[in-house]
């Protein structure tokens, strides 16, 4: 077979496997199959729409992750080959040509919509043969009950649309929320599906028809959150008044995110129970083989859709203390969320110029102290309180050591206690207290989940801190098998500035100094500021500060961090 054969050969066999059903309407359905050449598709009338190569290979990558942004970046990656011109012009011209032969208008888009800033996303619902939950956030279905409604049915499935629909609003953008009214739980299938399902079952009595709205984990079935409304008594506002449902539908999902961050027995840490509390799910297809590019890209994707989340977690919590004004394990939640942005987020916000430490600081501060004598029966919720008095530098250190020490004493959630008990003893200087509660927790939590990962975090820094090389090669072996993308954020961080890997040498030359920058600054803030030990806190900034002053010279160190560490400006000089 002649190269030229071999290539239509690829080319046909690529095609046949982008045949979809897509939705253009909760009514209508319009078939469209791509023929064996470059692109082309049968609508439901007979007419035929035909695509070029690099048109149906972008449509193909939308309509895999629909709902979800394409990026400028993953469609040139689609679209170019290596060494061809990757000029973001020619995705915006495969788009509107795309949406010229689909009838689509951009302004009000049925298939292909616009994220200024970031990408394009497919708008027009699942492939209908591939509505499968594994590729949702959040599911609405299963419905219950329906066969037994008779004439009723057509009032509860109205019920059930109208709540998907601003279900879709109250998620934030760039997350799928699928409509599935035959759904059922798959237990063992933890990471394979949804998060969460919003399951809805009705039953008649006397001629009236009631809902039980039940959120649930997708993958065990437990209930987080339940709510009845009668259909018709409540239906006529429901459906008439949006603010109405839009309330109904947060208070469900703002209970069901508090009774999923709350469970720290099964979650782990309470910054843990939290992140994964919301209803998304973090994009951790990234593979080793990837381009620099392509998982630089995908880090800063999780980055903004894990703003979006922290943003949302955030109204619901607010949402949730307006409610209880009086609730203290809210306080320290509250705090504790305030806290999770800068771990997550500060070498963000701070490269943006985002700086609120001083107000969030006077926030935490306030809301710890105003709770803590409340949460003494929780000692999970007090060891949390304990590290974020340690956490703002304020005198409070031996108080908040002597806190911790004692809710560890009385903790049943020993998984979640564990590492936070571990961290704040290395904080102290007790660094070899403090290696054995992180052992343990290692040993207790689910490899691969984001305990594991959150645990072999602290473990790295305690034995960066202590100068442990090596004990951290093999620490930083386990966290780099857990996420392809670590790496790139923890090398430049835990690895040795006087002999970097080539993996720290290439995360290093691709930032910027601005990014340089922030992740000193993040790093000192978050970590080295709070050991008591001035060896320890000089062990934590030496690899970010020598990345800075070796790329970019000793003037671009904030003059705040050269002076706090002299010895190790002395030494990079």
């Known amino acids: 077979m002649d190269k030229k054969t071999l290539n239509l050969a690829k080319c046909r066999t690529k095609f046949r496997r982008i045949a979809e059903t897509f939705i253009t309407s909760p009514e209508q359905f319009t078939q469209l199959t791509f023929a064996e050449d470059f692109g082309s598709a049968h609508t439901g ?30 469609l040139l990656d689609e679209l170019t080959e290596v060494g061809s011109d990757r000029s973001e012009r020619n995705i915006d011209f495969v788009i509107n040509r795309l949406r010229r032969k689909l009838a689509d208008n951009a302004r009000s888009p049925r298939f292909i919509a616009t ?36 004439a009723l049915r057509e009032r509860a499935e109205t019920f059930a649309r109208a709540l998907h629909e601003v279900v879709k609003e109250e998620i934030p953008d760039g997350q ?4 599935m009214p035959d759904a059922a739980p798959r237990a063992g299938s933890a990471g ?31 209930i987080l959150s339940l709510a009845r409304v009668s259909l018709d008594h409540d239906l006529h506002e429901l459906l008439s008044d949006r603010a109405a449902m839009r309330n109904f539908v947060r208070r469900l999902l703002n209970e069901a995110w508090r009774a999923k961050a709350s469970a720290t027995e099964t979650d782990g840490p309470l910054p843990v129970s939290m992140y994964t509390a919301g209803f998304w799910k973090m994009d951790d297809s990234a593979t080793a083989t990837e381009s620099l590019s392509k998982l630089t890209a995908r880090a800063e994707t999780n980055d903004r859709k894990y703003l979006q989340e922290w943003r949302q977690s955030e109204r619901r919590i607010l949402d949730l203390h307006e409610a209880a004004p009086d609730d203290a394990s809210l306080r320290i939640m509250h705090a504790a969320h305030l806290h999770t942005k800068y771990i997550m987020l500060g070498h963000k916000l701070f490269a943006d110029g985002v700086d609120d430490r001083n107000a969030d600081e006077d926030s935490i501060e306030a809301l710890v102290l105003s709770a803590l004598p409340h949460v003494q029966p929780k000692p999970d919720l007090t060891i949390m309180a304990a590290k974020l008095l340690h956490f703002l530098d304020r005198g409070y250190d031996k108080l908040a050591m002597g806190i911790a020490e004692d809710a560890y004493r009385s903790s049943l959630s020993v998984s979640a206690s564990l590492p936070l008990i571990g961290q704040m003893r290395a904080f102290m200087g007790r660094i070899d207290e403090a290696l054995p509660c992180i052992e343990q927790a290692l040993e207790l ?27 951290l090669g093999d620490a930083k072996r386990q966290l780099y098998s857990v996420s392809v993308l670590s790496p790139l954020f923890f090398e430049p961080v835990f690895g040795d500035p006087d002999s970097p890997s080539l993996r720290g040498r290439i995360a290093a030359m691709a930032m910027s100094r601005r990014m340089a920058l922030s992740r000193l600054q993040h790093i000192e803030y978050v970590s080295a500021r709070l050991f008591a030990e001035q060896i320890h806190r ?21 003059p705040e961090i050269a002076f706090r560490y002299p010895r190790v400006m002395a030494r990079l000089c």
């Open 192 to 222: 394979q599906g949804p998060s969460k399902m919003i399951e809805l079952t009705f039953f008649s009595e006397a001629e009236e028809v009631n809902c039980v709205s039940a959120v649930k984990q997708f993958d065990t079935g437990r």
């Open 45 to 74: 009338d007979g007419q035929i729409v035909r695509f070029t190569r690099s048109e149906a290979r972008v449509l193909a990558l939308l309509t895999r992750h629909p709902d979800r942004i394409a990026t400028r970046e993953m």
């Open 538 to 558: 000089e062990n934590i900034i030496y690899a970010p500060l020598a990345l800075v002053c070796r790329r970019f010279g000793p003037e671009a160190v904030p």
């Open 176 to 179: 799928s929320v699928i409509y």
């Open 115 to 150: 994220r200024y800033g970031e990408g394009y996303v497919w708008v027009g619902g699942p492939p209908a043969m591939r509505r499968d939950p594994a590729r949702a956030d959040l599911l609405v279905g299963p419905l219950n009950g329906l066969a037994l409604l008779g």
């Open 445 to 471: 939590v689910e490899p691969g989940s984001r305990s594991h990962l959150y645990t072999l975090t602290i473990k790295c820094q305690v034995l960066v801190a202590s100068g442990n090389r090596e004990g």
